[in-house]
T-cell receptor, first 112, second 113 residues
Framework: GQQLNQSPQSMFIQEGEDVSMNCTSS?????WLWYKQDPGEGPVLLIA?????ELTSNGRLTAQFGITRKDSFLNISASIPSDVGIYFC????????????FGTGTRLKVLA | DAGITQSPRHKVTETGTPVTLRCHQT?????MYWYRQDPGHGLRLIHY???????DKGEVSDGYSVSRSKTEDFLLTLESATSSQTSVYFC????????????FGPGTRLTVL
């Protein structure tokens, strides 16, 4: 099945550093979603993007909907230990029905 | 949290036994989904529903069936569980119409021995 290419797969960063990750697809999406998943829990929606070029923030998180509509980016500023987890992107397919394609995830580890 | 609950949260069963997982939502959402999550594969769609008694297959539907007899409940059944179905299962809903947001339940960890 189709999956989105998400990079990096994992990263170790120092507390206080900024983090960037991205997601690319061969298909165009109308909506991009970014999630965070903690161990033993379900993914939690962080940011939703609806227009090409759109830049949306949620606290220290900022995400962008790529101009080509085939990619999206997530930045985390001034990382803190609780940012540890797995971040997923998802693209929404909205023609005829509503289905979602997910990235493989970026595992973030923050070193205090 | 979109009012989604899943039961059971953990289950251990034996190969060949039938298993039913339940997803319950309290906010009258039309679309509901079942995913499985495995290391190296991310979230993969098993089945989804777009209304009562309206369901369709996802990319990994073999060995699974679903039913939705009322808006709030979406059941996933493993007819005869196999070890390859050991996984974490997530239910999700599509939120407010027009916003295309998807919200997830807490998950069910299923182990098939």
């Amino acid at each position: 099945g189709q999956q989105l290419n998400q990079s990096p797969q994992s990263m170790f960063i120092q507390e206080g550093e900024d983090v960037s990750m991205n997601c690319t697809s061969s298909s165009i999406f109308n909506t991009w979603l970014w999630y965070k998943q903690d161990p033993g829990e379900g993914p939690v929606l962080l940011i939703a993007l609806y227009k090409a070029g759109e830049l949306t923030s949620n606290g220290r998180l900022t995400a962008q909907f790529g101009i080509t509509r085939k990619d999206s980016f997530l930045n985390i500023s001034a990382s803190i230990p609780s940012d540890v987890g797995i971040y997923f992107c998802a693209g929404a397919v909205t023609s005829g029905t509503y289905k979602y394609i997910f990235g493989t995830g970026t595992r973030l580890k923050v070193l205090a | 949290d979109a009012g989604i609950t899943q039961s059971p949260r953990h289950k251990v069963t034996e190969t060949g036994t039938p298993v039913t997982l339940r997803c319950h939502q309290t906010e009258n959402h039309r679309y509901m989904y079942w995913y499985r999550q495995d290391p190296g594969h991310g979230l993969r769609l098993i089945h989804y529903s777009y209304g009562v008694k309206d369901t369709d297959k996802g990319e990994v539907s073999d060995g699974y069936s679903v039913s939705r007899s009322k808006t709030e409940d979406f059941l996933l059944t493993l007819e005869s569980a196999t070890s390859s179905q050991t996984s974490v299962y997530f239910c999700a809903i599509r939120g407010t119409p027009g916003r295309n947001e998807q919200f997830f339940g807490p998950g069910t960890r299923l182990t098939v021995l």
